[in-house]
Every structure is written in structure tokens, then in C-alpha cells.
């Protein structure tokens, strides 16, 4: 039994000491962060609304495209993370208003100017929390140490896993739920400042 564990430990050791030289070519990475162009549909759902005159509804995306060094050692090669390209923030919102609300009619208006709000706050997330957003993603990227291949054919997977890594570093973890929670308690504050007087205007 002792044998086959020294064996085991012998097998692993050239891939640790393999390792261990990519680290050499680790980099500091450059970060590239942007916000998608979002778009707005309004739209009047053919059942009756849970909710009661709209609501919206937002689509937030998070893609990090990884640029890599790859460099040539003895017996395979060190994949290291040069450049992230993220695009973080929101794509899309859909805006449902009730069929009790005529198009174009006063309380049609004046709901969709109440989900103009919502969508303003949801975009305000992103734009208050930038240093935020570039710290988080610095660290993270920062953390993230050069992988070792035997084969060329193993780079691609290398990269996966570099993204991998990068996103579920617990700074990014924190930065998505940073972000869950500014939307809710901004979306919140509005409908507690909404005194429904707009609404109440057009059934005088």
C-alpha cells in the first residue's frame, strides 16, 4: 500500500514542478470594461396582470471575454491571463402594461412614465458602482495564476478554465450581489415615493 502512494506522489510531481514554472510568466492584466446598448419593449399582456397597472422587467448580462499569453516551455505550455474585455450591465427591459390602460391613453402614459423610472434606476446601478465594478474585476483577474498544458489541443479548455476561475473568485461573487441589492432597494424607493397623484389625475 505504501508503494502505490509513493508511486502516486512520483506520478504527480512532474506536473507540480511544471506548474510551478508557468508562474514565472504570470501577468498583471489589463481590464476592459463596457456596458451593453440596451434596448426597450413595451408591450400590453393579453391576460390580466398580477401587479396592479405594470411592471418591468430587466435583463442584466456579465460576459468576460479572456485574452491569454501562451508561451512555450519544456514539455507542454504556461497559459496566462492577459486581458479581460468585460461587458457588464443591463441588455434589455421589458415593459408590461395592463389592458385596463388604453394605449396612448393618460394612465397608459402615466405608467409607462412610472417603468421609465424603474428602468433609470436599474441603469443607475451600473453607473454609480464603475469603481466598484473595475476594483472587483482587477482583484479577481489579478489572483488568477498561468495554467500548464502538455498539448496544444489543451489551450482552449485552459482558457475555459481561466474564466472559470475568474468568476467565481469571491470578489466577483460579492460584486453580483452588491449589484442584486442595489437594484432592489433603488426599485423599492421609487414605488415608495410614487404617490399615484399621475394616475389619479386622468380618472378625474
Known sequence: ???????????????????DDCLSYKLNPD??????????QVV????????LHGDVIATMVDNYELTTDITSIEDG?????????????YSDFLVQIDLSHKKNSCSYNAVLSHEDEHIRAYLSVIDDNQELLEKSLKSAAISITPIFVRE????????DKLNEELQSHPD???LK???KAEEEIRN???????TGESLRKCFL
Not at 500500500?1 to 509513493?6: E, H, P, Q, R, V
Open 1 to 19: 500500500m505504501l508503494k502505490k502512494i509513493l508511486l502516486f506522489v512520483f506520478c504527480l510531481l512532474p506536473n507540480l514542478v511544471l506548474a
Open 31 to 40: 481590464i476592459n470594461i463596457k456596458t451593453p446598448t440596451w434596448s426597450k
Open 44 to 51: 400590453q399582456p393579453l391576460q390580466k396582470m398580477d401587479v
Open 77 to 89: 505550455f504556461c497559459v496566462a491571463l492577459k486581458r479581460v474585455d468585460a461587458t457588464i450591465g
Open 152 to 159: 496544444q489541443k489543451e489551450i482552449d479548455s485552459a482558457v
Open 172 to 174: 466577483i461573487i460579492l
Open 177 to 179: 450581489q452588491h449589484l
Open 188 to 194: 423599492k424607493r421609487i414605488d415608495q415615493n410614487d
